[in-house]
């Protein structure tokens, strides 16, 4: 049976991204040996690497001055990566979720950490509106896209000091203005590649302000001076999301993409909220992510859930349920995954709430 796949991440990829990594493993770039055993130096992986970075700044509009690299440790390692080069003084975050929350963990080891706003009080159900960063901060820090809520911020914000975002979950699925940005980091498992490699897009005169020294690893100038070749990178994933980016470009880039993931989280959005037996778990249409989407039984149906969960996965839903913070399910739709799969999902729902 066609299975339709949910997951929040690693999840699913292009199929022309799988396909093209299967023949890169038998042969990659006419060299007779697999992408797993060729020097990430040979001028075909060098080439590979370059394309992956040249399409990030088109599909994003990078403007110049900026440098993408690509590194390992996940955007977990960011996290750290981030107050290193980046935190003098004092910075501002904001926390809207577990995500948040452990960036926060990472740049406490550094100084003062200004919280200048959470959604704790509700669950991380919203994404806060009105809070001040203080002019002093060396930057502000937040997520995007927080994957475990299913909530989003639909623009990017306005703040004084220089801008560091998490876009792990829903970086290329719609437009946004780089230019507002000292940095861009994200794990690349949600929305690129499989997992292994995390994409950083830096504004080159954001650094050199620390006076610490910066081990050489964690030192964003070590890796944008080497374009990602001061160590081995990881060879496969890059592949993989150079894959990715093709494909998304073949479709049109982001705008297009953006367009096609409003109408997939329309669909199942709607179903919602139509369904008796469903509620979402963000109150505020405007805060809900068009990535992941996230919903529990309504009060009188409660007891029923587990019943949906296992029609659901009878009718080849994959990945469905919910964090364990959350609850409930959770459908993650990131670009590559079909409308098509949003149809079958809603008309699971539709489905099972005819029995009731
Ligand atoms: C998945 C995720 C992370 C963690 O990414 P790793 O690459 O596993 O470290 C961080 N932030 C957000 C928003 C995520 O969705």
């Known amino acids: 049976m066609k299975k339709h796949n949910f997951y929040a991440g690693p999840s699913i990829m292009p199929q022309y991204t799988n396909l093209q990594v299967i023949e890169a493993i038998k042969d990659f770039a006419g060299t007779g040996l697999s992408i797993m055993e060729v020097s990430h130096r040979s001028k075909e992986f060098v080439a590979v690497m370059d394309s992956a970075v040249a399409h990030v700044k088109e599909l994003l509009d990078v403007p110049a001055g900026y440098s993408v690299i690509f590194l390992g440790g996940g955007a977990s390692l960011q996290f750290a990566m981030v107050p290193m080069n980046m935190f003098e003084k004092k910075a501002a975050y904001i926390n809207t979720g577990e995500w948040a929350g452990k960036a926060i963990k990472e740049a406490r080891l550094f100084g003062e950490v200004v919280e200048v706003a959470s959604s704790k009080d509700h669950n991380f159900n919203y994404i806060p509106k009105n809070f001040d960063v203080p002019a002093d901060a060396d930057y502000f820090h937040f997520t995007t896209n927080n994957t475990i809520y299913g909530t989003e911020w ?186 098509e799969s949003v149809k079958a999902l809603v008309e699971c729902m539709k489905e099972f709430a005819n029995k009731y």
Not at 215 to 234: R, V
Not at 238 to 263: C, S, Y
Not at 307 to 323: D, P, Q, R, S, T
Not at 327 to 335: D, K, V
Request: hydrophobic letters at 40%; proline letters at 7%.
């Open 154 to 339: 639909k623009k990017d914000p306005d703040v004084s000091v220089p801008l560091v975002a998490d876009m792990s979950s829903d970086i290329f699925s719609r437009p946004i203005d780089v230019s507002k940005y000292s940095i861009i980091y994200g794990g690349a498992q949600k929305n690129l590649a499989p997992a292994g490699v995390t994409f950083v897009i830096i504004k080159d005169s954001a650094l050199g302000r620390v006076t610490r020294p910066i081990p050489t690893m964690l030192n964003y100038k070590t890796h944008i001076d080497k374009e990602s070749m001061f160590n081995t990178p990881p060879v496969l994933p890059v592949f993989a999301a150079l894959k990715t980016l093709e494909w998304l470009k073949q479709k049109g880039g982001v705008d297009a993409m953006h367009k096609i993931n409003m109408e997939k989280a329309a669909l199942l959005y709607d179903e919602i909220e139509r369904n008796k037996l469903f509620v979402p778990t963000v109150p505020d249409p405007e805060d809900r992510s068009l990535m992941n989407v996230c919903f529990v039984m309504s009060e009188n149906y409660k007891e029923i859930e587990k019943e949906f969960a296992a029609y659901a996965k009878l009718k080849g839903m994959v990945g469905i349920e919910g964090h364990r913070s959350v609850g409930g399910f959770r459908a993650s739709l990131y670009n590559a995954l079909p409308i």
